[in-house]
């Protein structure tokens, strides 16, 4: 597929933009960063909703010959579609039982704990129920952490499934990143971390992080 552009939809914050980030990176697949601000709202305009219906990012554009030719959503689509289409640096393992482990443990923070994190699922409970919205978070994530570091830990290698990167830290570290933020106590999940610190040693996951960013703003004053 000689001659396409990638241009990501993005927020520096996203953990699903990142995820997408992240896959790029390890493909060593060049793109076109196109900033999306959540926090002023960006994702409701039109234009945008045109691109995404449900308001989110990421949105994966194909360019061809300088019109998107081809436009992808979600996070766990756009990763199996770019491993499809570029084989190399695979994303998943080649057996059938790994790649369904792999899906698995990334639908995990993908259905079961980022959501609950959502930038809007919580601004829609603080201004239901003031204050609240902290804890919800704090308290469903290290739920769904305390099952992903079992799940993980079962099989795991230098990395989630094996000893190369792949779905399962596309997933994971960006929720690791959002657990801290958000005050989660990372202590009892030391797999999870050791994976963690495995991939931040990778050229790959440094570009992808989301201090790294062109829309990150300085550390000084940023938002909660």
């Known amino acids: 597929m000689s001659g396409m552009i990638y241009r990501l939809y993005s927020y520096w914050r996203s953990s699903s933009a990142w995820r997408v980030r992240?896959?790029?990176?390890?493909?060593?697949?060049?793109?076109?960063?196109?900033a999306v601000d959540l926090g002023a709202g960006q994702q409701d305009a039109p234009l945008h909703v045109e691109r995404s219906p449900l308001h989110h990012v990421p949105v994966l554009e194909v360019i061809e010959g300088g019109r998107p030719s081809l436009r992808l959503v979600q996070s766990m689509a756009i990763l199996e579609w770019l491993d499809?289409?570029?084989?190399?640096?695979?994303?998943?393992?080649?057996?059938?039982?790994?790649?369904?482990?792999?899906r698995a443990l990334a639908e995990h923070v993908n259905a079961s704990i980022q959501p609950y994190q959502n930038t809007a699922v919580?601004?829609?409970?603080?201004?239901?129920?003031?204050?609240?919205?902290?804890?919800?978070?704090?308290h469903w994530i290290h739920r769904g952490l305390v099952g992903l570091e079992a799940a993980v830990h079962d099989g795991a290698g230098t990395f989630g499934h094996g000893d190369r990167p792949g779905l399962v830290e596309c997933y994971l570290v960006p929720q690791l990143y959002a657990a801290r933020r958000l005050g989660v106590a990372l202590a009892p999940f030391p797999t999870l971390l050791r994976i963690e610190a495995a991939c931040a040693g990778l050229p790959a996951f440094a570009a992808a992080h989301a201090d790294r960013q062109p829309d990150a703003p300085p550390l000084e004053g940023r938002p909660p």
Do not use: C, M, N, T
């Not at 919580?122 to 704090?138: D, I, K, T």
């Open 122 to 138: 919580l601004r829609w409970l603080r201004e239901q129920v003031p204050g609240s919205e902290v804890g919800l978070a704090r």
């Open 84 to 102: 499809e289409v570029h084989p190399h640096a695979p994303l998943l393992p080649k057996d059938p039982f790994g790649r369904a482990r792999v």
């Open 22 to 34: 992240i896959g790029l990176a390890l493909k060593e697949l060049p793109y076109e960063y196109a």
